[in-house]
């Protein structure tokens, strides 16, 4: 057996949220990897997009956090303290159905 893959069994028995198309089922681990390696990068300007004013740009942030949370998984706890604000705050501030949906689902991967 190779080494870590039964972490990477045990992960994807645990995985019990939808996830939206085209998932169906966690990424790659090649895949994860690559995306982690760039989320640093990322993350910044994404939650600083959240935060604008424009309501399409703020979906579009959102939709994008929510598809690279789904990457990088747990390996996005370093960021929670600039997440979990940006996230909530767009939940609770949102006129759109649309972005509130979106956060919510954001948060939801955060706890999977």
């Known amino acids: 057996m190779a ?3 039964a972490d990477e069994a045990d992960r994807d028995r645990r995985l019990n949220i939808p996830l939206p198309h085209p998932f169906c089922g966690r990424p790659p681990l090649g895949a994860r990897v690559r995306v982690r390696n760039h989320f640093r990068a990322l993350i910044h300007p994404i939650v600083a997009e959240i935060g604008c004013w424009t309501a399409k740009e ?3 942030s ?3 956090l929510e598809v690279l949370l789904i990457f ?3 390996s996005a706890t370093e960021f929670g303290h600039m997440v979990l604000p940006a996230v909530a705050k767009a939940a609770a501030e949102a006129d759109e ?3 509130r949906q979106r956060a919510c689902r954001c948060a939801e991967v955060w706890r999977a």
Do not use: D, K, P, W
Request: aromatic share 6%; hydrophobic share 40%; proline share 0%.
């Open 72 to 74: 990088v998984e747990g």
């Open 58 to 60: 703020r979906c579009q």
């Open 62 to 64: 959102a939709a994008l």
């Open 97 to 99: 159905h649309e972005l």
């Open 3 to 5: 080494y870590g893959a």
